[in-house]
């Protein structure tokens, strides 16, 4: 893995080379982001959307997609689905999607007046109540267990970037611009 060190004001700014070959800006909310390196297709997974249908991750194809693993009994996870949702608002579209992964077992029952009191408006509604998803996830990941929250981001082609194991700041700037650079890769 190559790195490039750069000073900065607010610290370190760390590039390191993705499995695209490409330096991707990792710094601050999201300096430990875990890089996949080479880039393994994400596992073949589905889950419900908030109308009970299946959707899988390749119906996101040709799309950067951030997924992230959540519950709302899990405290860190709650703090940062307001960010989820403000960069969803801001980059979301026909480039890059956020796909946040509910795994409580009550599904939408509990999920959408969770969305519901606390204003997140760009977030669609995704529910694996059977915690099937993030266990897929385990092999590409290179571990054994998932603690919550967990974020992967997924490359236009269905391709792990990395990782990302704990909340952070998603629309921060330092976050964006990694899903930024992710998002200008060719497809």
């Given amino acids: 893995m190559a790195f490039a060190l750069a000073g ?3 610290g370190v700014l760390i590039h390191r080379t993705g499995g695209s070959g490409g330096a991707l800006p990792l710094a601050g909310t999201v300096a430990h982001f875990s890089l996949s ?3 393994l297709p994400a596992p073949p997974v589905t889950v419900q ?5 299946e959707v899988g991750l390749a119906d996101f194809r040709g799309r950067a997609v951030l997924v992230n693993f959540w519950a709302t009994w ?5 703090k940062e689905m307001p960010s989820l949702d403000r960069l969803e608002g801001r980059l979301g579209g026909a480039d890059f999607t956020v796909v946040a992964i509910s795994i409580d077992r009550t599904g939408k029952a509990v999920v959408q007046p969770w969305f519901d009191q606390n204003g997140i408006r760009h977030l669609g509604l995704y529910l694996d109540p059977q915690s099937r998803a ?7 990941l290179g571990t054994s267990s998932i603690e919550l929250p967990v974020s ?19 629309d921060a700037p330092e976050a964006a611009a990694l899903i930024r650079a992710v998002m200008k890769e060719p497809s």
């Fill in 8 to 10: 900065a004001l607010t």
């Fill in 37 to 39: 390196n080479p880039r």
């Fill in 49 to 53: 959307d908030g109308d009970g249908r």
């Fill in 74 to 78: 899990c405290v860190p996870c709650l």
């Fill in 134 to 140: 993030p266990f897929a996830f385990r092999g590409v």
């Fill in 152 to 170: 992967v981001l997924v490359d236009r082609q269905g391709r792990v970037v990395g990782s990302l194991k704990g909340a952070a700041e998603w």
